[in-house]
């Protein structure tokens, strides 16, 4: 089969055997993924990732049933795995990102626990789409967002869309702060208020403001943006050290917090409801075969989502 | 009457004569006043402060009713005022750091409002701590920390070893890490466990760790001890930016809290049930009239509270 080598920054395409499938595991014929920002960093060196990289995809068990998998391989046996936390196990392996080989490749194997359904109504390149979504609703799982919050999102990045769209369904008014109208564009028609990114922050304004610029200012603007009291969640991985200005936010008490991977089952119904949508977002499709022309292209500046699908789908 | 008066980091004690009173203020005769931190950053240039500084005190109003004050003079009016968060109003002044004079003269003036009386039971010395014991009881405001839930508190100063007292007194399981054994050692009756810094700290091992370092290294090694989904609690003022990783504290989807002034009723009753223990904490006592001798004491590496007395009392 076919299956992507990520390495040294090079990107290529290799022809390997088949995946052996372990005792609880499945054997999943991948219909399409998606290339993440995430794939993008092991690109530029960090983690020192070499292997099969990707972790947002939608493939097909043996008798045609569509699925999505969480990307978190827990060790089930650890405090918390029993709380619930596989997704912070320390024993884990992450598809394409910590030792399991990704998705990347027309066959690749997940825990059958880690495997859910797609529902009929959601089209698979949408379906690729669950694990950022999931990300996106984190957020509802850690803090609480009344019906009516003004809610400030940074960044009109992929994420920042999704963020933007998944808040403002739960019943916030989220405004989203960018540099790109085209792209801001796309979310405009669920509610969600645009803006272009000021040259000077309105201060103390938001009771929640999310960071999803990628950048450091981003985090420094969302604490001088946020009421005091209030909450800043942290969605941009920015690697090396952030410089942060802690004074303001101990003096009006601000709480940050890091949000990363969700729980798939919301995620999924995000976008079985319609409320989310995400098909605007896909920028190009590539074949498996011209990965490294697809991550090329990912890269590219205001490119957002990059599809690849195996030369038989 | 005497006053101190900070400016461009001299302290001088000058003749001034007695305060006005404004409607719905008292006039309180100062007892005992005590010197923070904050006062030896404003000293050190920090908010561009001259006047007279001063916000730990204890006093008494005309009929000899010992009281202590709340810092923050709030407008009453805003919205934040009517969500008692009087602490945050934006239109608010703060007894001696915020265009209020301080507490640093033979006699302030504060709004009746702000007033607590003391208890007989509580000494006026042990009383002049109400305001840091009331900044440590903030965290009990702001998070919820479970009987024996085990909790590391990071540095050995002032606050620190209040913060390590009132959540021992409050049930928690308190690891103090400092690098001064004989300042440990002045909470180890309460059963807080004292150990070094260690050259490695241990990593997620806290659900609760708080910051009290006042150091940028503090917070960087408190969101490594922390376990994921866990809490930072930032009790450091640290001025400028502060360089932190953040992909730890959003991989480990981590939560930092900044905590700052608290309410004092929690304070009184700490103090006055006997189980935060604020002698042993006084390094020394000066008179007014040696304001210069004891902020220079004060700014002494090893010691901890200093105290000024009027030359009446």
Known sequence: MLSVHLENGIVAVKKQPLPRVAEGFARIRLLAAGICSTDLE??????????T?????????EDGTRVAGEINLACGHCNWCARGLGRHCPNRTVLGIVRHPGAFRE???LPLVNLHRVPKSVPTEHAVFIEPVAAACEILDQIKIAKGSRVAVLG????GLLVAQVLQAHGA?????????EKMRLVEWSGVTTEPLPEKMPERA???VVDATGSPEGLRAAIAMCEPRGTVVMKSTVHGLVPIDTAPAIVNEITLVGSRC????PALKMLASGKVRVGDLISEEFPLDRAPQAFARAATKGVLKVLLRP???
């Open 107 to 109: 066959f690749l194997t």
């Open 262 to 265: 969700g729980r798939f089952e």
């Open 156 to 159: 009109d990045g992929k994420l």
């Open 173 to 181: 008014k989220v405004l989203l702060l960018g540099r790109h109208r």
């Open 53 to 61: 990289p990707g972790h947002e995809f939608v493939g097909e068990l």
């Open 206 to 208: 938001f009771p929640i």
């Open 42 to 51: 092991l690109q530029r060196g960090y983690y020192g990732f070499s292997g």
């Open 311 to 313: 030369p038989s789908s």
